[in-house]
Structure formats: structure tokens, C-alpha cells
């Protein structure tokens, strides 16, 4: 059974592994995600606890994690808030079974609750259109960064959250470092 709870602070180690984990045999992986994952806890301007979740085997194991975290969309003068979805972690033997899908799921939900428009989100495009993902280009929205269009996707939290929007997606700190 799988249960989705709220990070705490003294799961950040195992979490750190398990993003370590779900990362290792990631052929266009860094295998740096979980030092951005703790990069991206200590940026206040970036990081909500609440949307930091972990997915819970048997009630004791950590196998999974999530992290939503706060962009800009920035177009001259005018600036938008969203989130980024980064990274989505599970255990490589727990991988294939719903449980990204959960996570991503539950964040987007949390985040809706709180009352944020939109998720941008690079990631696989066969993959993240079925939760509702949409290539970014539609709306006018680019990556700070060289990226084929299909592969930079957004999600609207809200309907037409993203109407007058458009522009470059600005990541905190903790991504450029």
C-alpha cells in the first residue's frame, strides 16, 4: 500500500537517496538531482514545504518523492507566478507501478488548493501529456534554455490561468547553481 504525505525534515536524508536512486541509471540524467532537491529546500523564495511530498510503502519505507517549487514567467515588464515540477523520484524498483503518477497527482492538487495557476514541467512527452500536460509553446511560454518544444510542458491549474501569459520561464537560484 501506498500512502502520499508531506516531507518532513528528518526525512530529507532518505529522500536525498532515494532522488539519488531514481536518478542513477538515468541515461540523460546529471545524477545531480538530489543535490538540487537540497539546493531547492534551502531557497525561501522558492521552496513551499507543502508541496514537497513523499510516497510511503507499508507505511514506514520512503519510495518516492515530489517537489513543486516557484518560477517566474517573465515577458518585458510583466511577470507571472507558477511552479516548476522538479524532480518527480521513485525507487528504480518501485518505478513502472503508478506511483510517479501519484505523486505528480497529489501536487497538482495541493497546488491547485493553494491557490497556484500553473506547473511547467520538463519531462517526457509521451509521458506527462496523460496528467493533463500541454507543450508550453501554446501558450507562448519558452525555456530559458535550448529544449525541443515537446519535451517543455505546462499544465493550467485553473481554467485560463495561462491566457495572458507568455514568455521565459525564470527558475530559482537553485537550479542555476
Same mark, same amino acid.
Given at each position: 500500500?501506498?500512502?502520499?504525505?508531506?516531507?518532513?525534515?528528518?526525512?530529507?536524508?532518505?529522500?536525498?537517496?532515494?532522488?539519488?536512486?531514481?536518478?542513477?541509471?538515468?541515461?540523460?540524467?546529471?545524477?545531480?538531482?538530489?543535490?538540487?532537491?537540497?539546493?531547492?529546500?534551502?531557497?525561501?523564495?522558492?521552496?513551499?514545504?507543502?508541496?514537497?511530498?513523499?510516497?510511503?510503502?507499508?507505511?514506514?519505507?520512503?519510495?518516492?518523492?515530489?517537489?513543486?517549487?516557484?518560477?517566474?514567467?517573465?515577458?518585458?515588464?510583466?511577470?507571472?507566478?507558477?511552479?516548476?515540477? /522538479? =524532480?518527480?523520484? +521513485?525507487?528504480? $524498483?518501485?518505478?513502472?507501478?503508478?506511483?510517479? @503518477?501519484?505523486?505528480? !497527482? &497529489?501536487?497538482?492538487?495541493?497546488?491547485?488548493?493553494?491557490?497556484?495557476?500553473?506547473?511547467?514541467?520538463?519531462?517526457?512527452?509521451?509521458?506527462?501529456?496523460?496528467?493533463?500536460?500541454?507543450?508550453?509553446?501554446?501558450?507562448?511560454?519558452? /525555456? =530559458?534554455?535550448? +529544449?525541443?518544444? $515537446?519535451?517543455?510542458?505546462?499544465?493550467?491549474? @485553473?481554467?485560463?490561468? !495561462? &491566457?495572458?501569459?507568455?514568455?521565459?520561464?525564470?527558475?530559482?537560484?537553485?537550479?542555476?547553481?
Amino acid at each position: 500500500m501506498i500512502t502520499i504525505r508531506n516531507e518532513r525534515a528528518e526525512d530529507y536524508k532518505t529522500t536525498d537517496q532515494v532522488v539519488k536512486s531514481a536518478f542513477a541509471d538515468m541515461e540523460f540524467s546529471d545524477q545531480k538531482e538530489h543535490e538540487l532537491v537540497a539546493r531547492i529546500r534551502k531557497d525561501s523564495g522558492a521552496f513551499i514545504p507543502e508541496l514537497s511530498l513523499v510516497a510511503i510503502h507499508q507505511e514506514k519505507e520512503i519510495v518516492g518523492h515530489i517537489l513543486l517549487s516557484k518560477i517566474k514567467i517573465n515577458q518585458e515588464n510583466q511577470s507571472a507566478e507558477s511552479l516548476a515540477l /522538479a =524532480p518527480v523520484s +521513485v525507487l528504480p $524498483e518501485y518505478q513502472s507501478k503508478g506511483i510517479g @503518477r501519484m505523486l505528480i !497527482l &497529489e501536487a497538482l492538487q495541493k497546488a491547485k488548493e493553494l491557490g497556484y495557476p500553473s506547473v511547467v514541467v520538463l519531462g517526457h512527452p509521451d509521458y506527462y501529456p496523460k496528467l493533463g500536460f500541454q507543450k508550453a509553446s501554446l501558450w507562448g511560454i519558452k /525555456a =530559458p534554455f535550448e +529544449v525541443p518544444d $515537446e519535451v517543455f510542458m505546462a499544465i493550467e491549474l @485553473r481554467e485560463h490561468a !495561462l &491566457e495572458n501569459v507568455s514568455g521565459v520561464v525564470e527558475y530559482s537560484r537553485a537550479f542555476l547553481e
